[in-house]
DNA sequence: AATGAATGAGCTTTCATTCAT
DNA sequence: AATGAATGAAAGCTCATTCAT
């Protein structure tokens, strides 16, 4: 059942979606740790027992949810660099569209950037390795800055793009736990960080 | 009555002392979801009563935990700072120590900086706003070095320590969460992502 | 799992039966006070987790007990008035037919009336109000004795069927509690408190 | 210890007496049920041990109320009869000093006659016999009665006292718990439920 | 495709009480 | 005369999960 050869085989009704999208609404509102099994079947109005049929434990829910938020995080990136003239534009949108989707989709971030893979056992790392996909663009941003010669040529572009990305996260994720000084929180801030964290790439 | 000499090995307060450091191992082995009153107890050695002769509750326990560290933290950027000959080379300690402060101790770190307030109910913010006290160290170096000239000058130094300041907190909890790639992670890594996130900041 | 075929001898809401059944037991065996939710379990064989399945709270399992008691007692009462020639015959009746009622269902009557509705918070006092269903009772023999002439007229049925109905609960109480002196205790007693109790409203 | 020959060896201080009467406040204020030894040494201001020096037991503490309250109870009943004129009217006196002592002293009353001696164990049943005396003096009034006419001779006044104690009982215990229908209770209806249960008695 | 019934393990917390001092 | 330290037992309740239907 865990590794079913291929997920269309598995029931694929409407009622997964829902327990999909409560689920996310219920984490926004509650956080990881309040999230139960009855609660979500609750939310949805289906039976606790139902969410069984469509995944196989709460941690695989988890995962679902890890890898759709781990999709559609790649999604917005690539719809973000459309358009971009230089590659140090296209890094820059990359870097607010990060930002954006963190602090608009809570529920997704969250689980996605906070769980430890360690402490989520009985499955593999490799939903985790899909977050490298993410970062991955903005490594390629950064290996066509070189060429364009709009960003600073670096000793490693992967290095750069995860130092770079540690940055982005760290800014949703304090903004997320609400732990940013209210008296500066805010669209400048943000503005003012983001900028912060690309200064160094930028030639 | 079952381990009876066992009082004369605590003598008094020393319980106390052994409930933190044993919840601080459960912290890092398991993580705060996986916390519970019986675990600690039974990693004292004691009785999950005996807890609450020193701890209200398992938030007031955590709460402790989270002053501590925050008092911990702030003795390591202090002692970080002394014998910093410009306010450069200053900011550059504080940032190498918060970083080393956060890897060395993931235990206070992430209960620290990871739970929401706003989850935390019960107990008041207050604990929450002696995090700005490490904030305003960096604020401090950041206005030291638009006097001496070695760091640029910016609009807003509060602004500038805190978009700093999420920028190490990124690489300290991904780096925790094990969720960089391991073919970059490491102390080279932690170097280039920790020059990146000051570059902004230098003359 | 330890007693397998269980399951067949509890068809469906038999269980909800059986667990208002034990706990009656319980109750009348160790007051209110000594009632537990894993008491209750292991008088009914089942986990106390099942109980929820059932009842929200404690308090809700009370509740339902109390609402089922008040149900009997007026149906208790209403069986008793039938074939009274007379309302003051019919008055005598209900008063023998309500201490019956006590002595004989101890484990709901101390539900009933013992305990205060302030300190049963979560539910409403709605409960509490169908007791006044059987003081109407009551009253209404009142009202019809004094239009056959075989009950005094009261200024106020409603005050004189009240006040009747506190003596008949000291009586039931103060049996069920053990208090009155062995040597006078028993039916006599009883015969001569309800007479005496009645004595006032009597043509 | 527990039946220590004189209860005047026991050590006698100010806290004892602190201890009764913060107890007694605890009982109105949140009920038998809602006592612990903890919450009293709080409200005293002594440790909980320290209870323990005073009372053997939780259920020691509780009868030494049910002592005093039995003792304070019999002091009311005697100052009442002081200066009626007749044995009628002393019987009034009687009832109105009983119903007035449970309604003004709840902490004491509901311990008193609330409690079954079969569900506390541990003491004899003594302290319960103890309240004999005080239908004794309802006894006494009766036989008075009967002597100077103003009372109805009954056939056993020692049944007649114990029946007209029941209905007293029953309107202190239902005004206790507030079960009395709101827009009937109060000063007006105490007294007519007064009259009524002396009803059977009057010449 | 979906559910109701059921459970064992676990949770935080409170309790009365003991013991050494 | 009084206390701090400590505890086993138990409380009400929630959890993820299973199984038969």
Chains 1, 2, 3, 4 share one sequence.
Request: proline content about 3%.
């Amino acid at each position: 059942m865990p590794d079913a050869p291929a997920p269309t085989t598995v029931p694929n009704g409407a009622l997964r979606r829902a327990i999909l999208d409560e689920t996310r609404g219920l984490l926004v509102r509650e956080g990881y740790a309040g999230l139960s099994m009855r609660k979500i079947a609750r939310a949805v109005g289906c039976s606790a027992t139902s969410i069984y049929l469509y995944f196989d434990s709460k941690d695989a829910l988890t995962h679902a949810l890890i890898d759709e938020g781990m999709e559609r995080l790649h999604a917005t990136l690539e719809a973000a660099e459309v358009g971009a003239s230089t590659a140090r534009e296209r890094l820059d949108r990359l870097c607010r569209a990060y930002v954006r989707f963190g602090l608009d989709h809570p529920e997704y971030y969250e689980t996605m950037f906070q769980l430890h893979p360690q402490r989520m056992r009985r499955y593999p790392a490799e939903s985790y390795r899909r977050a490298r996909r993410n970062v991955e663009r903005f490594t390629a941003a950064l290996v066509a800055g070189a060429a364009d010669g709009t960003l600073r040529e670096s000793t490693s572009a992967d290095v750069a793009a995860a130092a770079l990305w540690t940055a982005l996260h760290g800014l949703v994720s304090l903004h997320l736990a609400q732990r940013i000084d209210r008296r500066i929180a805010g669209e400048a801030f943000l503005d003012a960080a983001i900028a912060q964290a690309q200064a160094a790439l930028r030639a």
